[in-house]
T-cell receptor
Framework: AQSVTQPDIHITVSEGASLELRCNYS??????LFWYVQSPGQGLQLLLK??????LVQGIKGFEAEFKRSQSSFNLRKPSVHWSDAAEYFC??????????????FGKGTHLIIQP | EPEVTQTPSHQVTQMGQEVILRCVPI?????FYWYRQILGQKVEFLVS????????KSEIFDDQFSVERPDGSNFTLKIRSTKLEDSAMYFC????????????FGPGTRLTVL
């Protein structure tokens, strides 16, 4: 079964500093990879996704992520964080089986705290 | 921009009661999902639904749960006899045929079982 590991439960970053959130997945093939953000009391918003092709993907709000097959990782980065980035970040994997629907497997999330 | 909506935003019920959580997926989407998130824990997949039948379900989705698309717009999750451990945030999601599993999530319904 596929699994997703986000090793950092909490991360504190100063406003304006760079950010990297780690995500590792376990699966025999390359799954489809996603990063979602959840602000307090809100639903899940898709930041970016990777299906194939260029291993560096750009998302919304200035985020990017790099897929590294050799490390089974899909880390999320942002060069300069803003106070509004404080939220819970979830990495997720999914499978596409032609025509069928697949549920996503989520990591436990990383809580991002921004220091002024 | 089209979005997934869910009602109610918060539901409080007594243990043993039936609840129905409602979702209106994005109108041209064909695949529908329910997830739950127990407070402080990760989001967990419950069930997926396509072409008026369940495509996939997790171990969590036992006989107490059912889903239905009663009309062309709504997608519901029913819990027949709620337990304390059903207390969670329930998220509905949908995607279109060509979405390659890019699922759009609703804001969630917080279910509290007393």
């Amino acid at each position: 079964a596929q699994s997703v590991t986000q090793p950092d439960i909490h991360i504190t970053v100063s406003e304006g500093a760079s950010l990297e959130l780690r995500c590792n997945y376990s699966y025999g093939a390359t799954p489809y990879l996603f990063w979602y953000v959840q602000s307090p009391g809100q639903g899940l918003q898709l930041l970016l996704k990777y299906f194939s092709g260029d291993t560096l993907v750009q998302g919304i709000k200035g985020f990017e992520a790099e897929f590294k097959r050799s490390q089974s990782s899909f880390n999320l980065r942002k060069p300069s964080v803003h106070w509004s980035d404080a939220a819970e970040y979830f990495c997720a994997v999914g499978l596409y089986s032609g025509g069928g629907a697949d549920g996503l497997t989520f990591g436990k999330g990383t809580h991002l705290i921004i220091q002024p | 921009e089209p979005e997934v909506t869910q009602t109610p935003s918060h539901q409080v019920t007594q243990m043993g009661q039936e609840v129905i959580l409602r979702c209106v997926p994005i109108s041209n989407h064909l695949y529908f999902y329910w997830y739950r998130q127990i407070l402080g824990q990760k989001v967990e997949f419950l069930v997926s639904f396509y072409n008026n039948e369940i495509s996939e379900k997790s171990e969590i989705f036992d006989d107490q749960f059912s889903v239905e698309r009663p009309d062309g717009s709504n997608f519901t999750l029913k819990i027949r006899s709620t337990k304390l451990e059903d207390s969670a945030m329930y998220f509905c999601a949908s995607r279109d045929r060509g979405g390659l599993n890019e699922q759009f999530f609703g804001p969630g319904t917080r279910l509290t079982v007393l």
